[in-house]
């Protein structure tokens, strides 16, 4: 079966040395990399008196495509076999799923789907919560049946 490392991307500074790490785990392993990206599902009260259901979908496609613009550009300059998806709701609960973390799956891997390990950043866009972590890595740590690599950004000297 093929294996794949997941790459969570929000377009942050950790994400993109995260991706860096991810490429060059592929390269040593030839395998193929899914960066994924998770978009708020914006539903609450307040947006569906003001917005239609193709105004935040297209709303989320857009900002999407331009978090992943950043992640094209590494990918395509490292000529690794890569995959970008979307996915909504809320970053954790998706990436578990993307990873296919569930409580039906053996310990020290993730999925069926081939998912092997999730390497993502240390902290993302959120500025709001401190600590090495961010909430977001903290989550999926927790619950990963599968190696989790938490890289952090290192400053340039």
């Not at 917005?51 to 900002?63: S, V």
């Not at 331009?66 to 809320?90: M, N, Q, W």
């Not at 020290?108 to 961010?134: A, E, F, H, T, W």
Request: one cysteine or more; aromatic letters at 8%; glycine letters at 8%.
């Amino acid at each position: 079966m093929k294996k794949y490392i997941l790459v969570p991307f929000d377009g942050s500074k950790n994400a993109i040395e995260a991706l860096h790490w991810a490429v060059t785990m592929a390269k040593a392993l030839q395998e193929k990399i899914i960066v994924l990206n998770v978009q708020s599902s914006f539903h609450t009260a307040h947006t569906k008196i003001f917005f239609n259901e193709n105004t935040i979908r297209d709303y989320q496609q857009q900002l999407f495509q331009e978090i992943i613009v950043s992640a094209k550009k590494v990918l395509e300059d490292s000529g690794v076999a890569y995959e970008l998806k979307l996915r909504i709701g809320d970053a954790k609960d998706q990436i578990c799923q993307e990873a296919g973390i569930d409580d039906t799956i053996e310990a020290g891997s993730c999925s069926p789907n081939g998912v092997r390990m999730i390497i993502m950043g240390s902290r993302g866009m959120n500025p709001m919560l401190g600590g090495v972590l961010g909430s977001v890595s903290y989550g999926v740590v927790n619950v990963a049946q599968c190696p989790v690599t938490i890289v952090p950004y290192s400053c340039p000297e």
